[in-house]
C-alpha cells in the first residue's frame, strides 16, 4: 500500500474568466500544499467556467483557454507549487482533429490536465458527453478516447469527467481493466432537490466497479440558472463514504487515502495494458499512462476525514436560490437589487433570498400601491422591509395609470384583462426606470406555479434581470418562507417574514375583491399536477391514472401549452428541480399539440 | 427501363396538429392521384410537424403520432388513394428500444413511412442526427440503422430524411452498395441566404454518389424562428437538374421518371445484399426490402417537368420574411397585428411586411409621438399608412411620461438613458394595452444590426410577439425596402414606402437631435464586422486581419458581448442568416470572456 494526501478543491468560477479562474487555482493549490497535500483536484472546465456553451465555439476562445493552461503549468512551477500534482478541467482542441458535417467546429474538447512541476504531464477529454435536460455536449465537444493513469507516490491515479460516471461503459471500464488505485472525477454537476441521494449511490457503484476509491470533485456557485452544489466526496473501493465537502461554499475537502501500489514501472508492459481496451460501450479506448513519482512516500499518521452533514430539504433549496441570486448579481457587475415588494408571499421571500445574498443595504424594495392596494398589504410591505432593513421607498401608480387610461379613451379604453396587465406594466416600467438610473438589477418575483400556468403579465411583474424563485412551485414557496422564519427562531432572531404575510389568501391585488384563487385551483392541488405534468411528462391518461381530476388535469395542461411564450420572455433564475423551465424544456411557441385531445396516448 | 410518375408535395404543416396535418397529406394525395401519379412524397415529419422539440420526449405524442400514421394508411385506402403510394414523415418509437442515460426518453425517433393499400407498407428512421446551428437531434431521436428499399412498378426506391444527405457514409452509401433507381430525401431545412445553392450542388454530389436519380422534399412555411423555402427538386443520377419547386409556395411537382428496373424479385438474395452493409461512416446498416408492385408499368409519354425560376435574392429574402410573419400569426391563431410606426425605416418595412403578409385590414399602425418626434416622421407615417390603407391611428405619449417624471421626481427623477428608454417602455405598455384589448399580436421592428449591438429598449421597441426582420442587417433594410418599392414601380403600383423614410439618416428620436451615428459606427461598417464576428465567429485578431478598424473592432464586440441577456428578452423571428441570434447561437449571459483581451488568439 502506499499513502497520498489529496485535496478536493470546492471553488466558484466564472464562466469566461480565464485570469480569475487561474488565480483560483492558484490561490486554493496553495492552501492545498499548506496542508501537505500531494494532489489537488479541481471540478470541470475550471479553467474557462462551465458550461461556456457557444464560447467553446470560437476558437479564438479554445486557443485562449490551451494558452492559459501551459501558463498556469509555470506558474505554478514559480511558486513553489511544482511537487504537488493538480488536477484541473479546462477547454482544448482535440489532438486528433476530424472535421466533419455535424463535428463541432474547431474540435472542442471538455478536457481534464494533470500539471506537474511545470509543465502539463497529462491530458484527456470527456468520453461520455451528456446530450439531454440542461446539457447540449454533442453540440459543443469531440468525445475523448483515452483513459489516462499517472502514478504519484506509487498509486496509479486514473482521470474521468462528470458524465462519465452516469453512463454504462467507457472509462470506469477502462479503469477496472488496466487496474488504479485512485479514481478521480472532475464534475460540472448542477444541483436539483433530492439529486445528491443519486450521486452518492451512482459514486459507490462506479468505485466498486472500478475496485479503486474514488474521489469526486464538483463546482459550487451559480452560472446564469444553474447552480452547482458542489457536495464533493471520496468513496472507497467498497463504496463507503470516507469524506464529504459542505453544499453551497467553497472549501477544500483534504483526505489521507492508503492506496495500492501500482505494478511495474508505471509504463510499459509490464505494468498493464496500453489499449486499445475494450469499454465496454461498444467503443476502444487507448490508455496513456506517464509517472510523475515512482515511489511511495514514508508512512505517516492518517489524519481522520471529514464527513459534512447534508442540511435538510428546505435549508438545502433555500441554500440553492440564495447562492444562485448572489453569484448572478455579483458575477453580473451588479452591486445592488430593486424590487416591488406587494405585500404578497412572493415578493416577501424574493427580498428575504435577496438580503440573504447581499446584505440589507443592496436590497431596494418598492411599494407601488394602486387603487386596488390593500392598506394590509402596504403595512406587511413596510414591516418587512423594517424588519430587514431594506432600502424601501413607496411609489403610487393611480396618476400614471391614469394617464395611460386617457391616452387611450379615444381608442376606446382599457378593460378587463387589459386593465389588469396595465397596472403590472406601469410597475414594471418603474422598477426598471429605477434600475436604468441607479443601475440596480431588478429582481422579478414569479414562482414556477405562476410561470406554469402563465399568470403573469409580459412586461409587467416578468420584467427584470433574475428571476430567484423561477423553478420554485408556490407550495414551496411558502415552505421556505417558513423555514427561514423557524431558522430565525432557533436563533433568537426576529422571524423576517411577518406571519401574516405567510398566512393571507395569494390575491395579485389588480381589480376589487380579487383572488389567485379566482382563476386557478387551489396551489396544492396545482402544484401536484404541475409536477406530474411538468416534470414527468406524464399524458392526459396517466395523470388521471395518477388520481388527478380530469377537468384539473384539463385545465392546468390548457393554461400549460398556452404559456410556453410567456415564459421564454422571463428572465433567467436557478434551477433546482429535474426540469425547470427554459434550458430543460425546449417546447415550440407555434403549437396545436392538446394533451387533452389525445387521451388515449 | 421502368417509367413511373412521381409528385414531390411541398406543403406548410404545423406543429402538434396530426388532424390537420393528416388532412393534408389526404386532399394533396388526391391532386397526386388526379394527375396520375404512382408516388407521392411528403416532407420531413410532415404529420407532426417540424421541428416538434422536446414535444418529442412526450410518450403520449409519439404514440399519437404513431396511431394517427395507421389511420392515415386506412383512411387513403377508404379514400380511394390505396394504389398510390405515399411516402410521408412521422413520428414514432425505436422498434428495439435500449433506454439508457444519454438516449432521449421513450426512444422517439425521425421516421418515414410508405403508405401502401390500406397499411404501413415500409417504415425506417433518420440514420445521422444534426446537432448544430438550429438542430438538437441527438436530444430527441435515436438514430435509424436500416435502409429501406421498397419496389414500385419494377423500381427499387431508398427512403432518406435530411441530414442523411449531409454527412458522410450512411444511407447514401448504402444506396449504392444495394443499387437503387430511385432515391428519396425528405427533408425539413430551413432557409437562409445563399443556401440553395449549396443544397442543388449536394443533391447533385449524392446522386452521383448513389448511382440514383434523386428526389429531395422540402417543406414550406414557417414555424416558430424557422421559415422553410421548399425548393424541391429532382436531379439525374449525372447531377442534372431534371425538376424544381418554386419556393416559399405550397405546391406539387409532377415529374415522369425513366429509371433502371431493380433486380431479381425485390426480395431475397437475388436481390442484393439484405445487409449488414458497411454505411462508410464507421455503423452498419440492415437493409429491409418490400415489394409493392413488382412489374413495370405499360410505356407512356412523358410530360415535360417544370424547373422552377429561383427569384433573386432581395425577392428571396422578402418572401422569407412575409412567409415567417404570416404563417407565425395565421398558426398561433392572431387575426390582427399591431406595430408602432415612427416613420423610420425599420417600422415602415415591418408595416409593409405585414401588409403583404396578411391584407391591411389586419394590420393596426399606431404612432406615437413624444417631445422628440419630428414633424417629418409623422407625415412619413401617416403617408406610409395612408398608401397601404392600414388601420392607422395616433396617440401621443407625452402625458404618460410626465406622469412617470412626476411619480419619480422625489426618488431624484430620471436622466439620459433612463429618460429615453422610458418613452420606448411608455410605447411598448401601450401598444401591449391595444394588443390585450382587441386581440393583436404586436409585432416588434428591431432590426440584426440592433439586436446585435442592444441597440434598444427592453419591454420598449423590444416588447411584442413576433420580430420579422430579427435577422435582417440594418444594410438589408434599406436593400429590402429599395426592392419592394422598384417592385412595385416595375407593376406599375405606387411605392409602398415614401422614398423620404428611405433616405433619411436613422434616428430612435428619443433626445433632441439624437441620430443613430452618435452611439454606433455607420452601418455598412458595423454590420460587415457583425458578419465577421457573429456568422463566422472570428477572433479579434481575425477581424482586425481581415481588414476591420481595430477600434471598431473592440467597439462592435464590446456591443456584442454585452448584449447577450437583452437579445434574449426579444421575441422570435424569422431566421434568415447562416447564424441568427438565438437557436443558433448559446451563449451565458453571465461571462467575463472578452474577446479583445485575447487577440493572440
Known sequence: MAQLRIALAQVDTTVGDLDGNAELVSSWTKQALARSAHLVVFGEMTLTGYPAEDLVLRRSFVAASAAALERLAVRLA?????????VVGYLDASPTPAPAVGRPAGEPQNCVAVLWQGRVAARSAKHHLPNYGVFDEFRYFVPGTTFPVFRLHGVDVGLTVCE??????????????????????????????????????LCARRAREAGATL????????????????????????????????????????????????????????????????????????????????????AWEPRPATVADRPDPAGELYAAVVTGTRDYVRKNGFRSVALGLSGGIDSALVATIAVDALGP????TVAMPSAHSSQGSLDDAAEL?????????????EPTVAAF????????????????????????????????????????????????????????????????????????????????????????EVPPIPEEIIVKPPSAELAPGQLDSDRLPDYSVLDAVLDDYVSHDLGRAELTAAGHAPETVDRVIRLVDLAEYKRRQNPPGPKVTSKAFGRDRRLPITSRWRERDHSAG
Open 164 to 201: 462519465d460516471l452516469w453512463q454504462e461503459g467507457g472509462p470506469v471500464a477502462v479503469a477496472r481493466e488496466v487496474g488504479v488505485g485512485l479514481l478521480l472525477c472532475i464534475n460540472g454537476s448542477p444541483y436539483e432537490q433530492g439529486k445528491s441521494y443519486h450521486r452518492d449511490e
Open 215 to 298: 474521489a469526486y470533485v464538483n463546482l459550487v456557485g451559480g452560472q446564469d440558472e444553474l447552480v452547482f452544489d458542489g457536495d464533493s466526496l471520496v468513496v472507497d473501493a467498497g463504496g463507503e463514504v470516507l469524506a464529504r465537502a459542505p453544499v453551497f461554499a467553497e472549501t477544500l475537502l483534504t483526505v489521507d487515502l492508503d492506496l495500492p501500489e501500482g505494478a511495474g514501472t508505471g509504463v510499459g508492459p509490464e505494468t498493464g495494458p496500453d489499449g486499445p481496451v475494450d469499454a465496454g460501450d461498444g467503443t476502444t479506448m487507448a490508455v496513456s499512462r506517464v509517472v510523475l513519482a515512482a515511489d511511495p512516500l514514508p
Open 361 to 364: 443595504d443592496a436590497v431596494h
Open 78 to 86: 514559480e511558486e513553489g507549487a511544482g511537487e504537488i500534482a493538480v
Open 405 to 492: 387610461h386617457a391616452a387611450l379613451a379615444a381608442a376606446g379604453g382599457l378593460h378587463g384583462l387589459a386593465a389588469e396587465n396595465l397596472q403590472a406594466r406601469v410597475r414594471g416600467t418603474l422598477l426598471m426606470a429605477l434600475s436604468n438610473e441607479h443601475g440596480h438589477l431588478v429582481l422579478t418575483t414569479g414562482n414556477k406555479s405562476e410561470l406554469a400556468t402563465g399568470f403573469s403579465t409580459l412586461y409587467g411583474d416578468s420584467a427584470g434581470g433574475f428571476a430567484p424563485i423561477k423553478d420554485v412551485s408556490k407550495t414551496n414557496v411558502w415552505a421556505l418562507a417558513r423555514w427561514r422564519n423557524a431558522r430565525a427562531v432557533a436563533r433568537g
Open 385 to 397: 422591509a423594517r424588519r430587514q432593513r431594506t432600502r424601501h421607498s413607496v411609489v403610487p401608480i
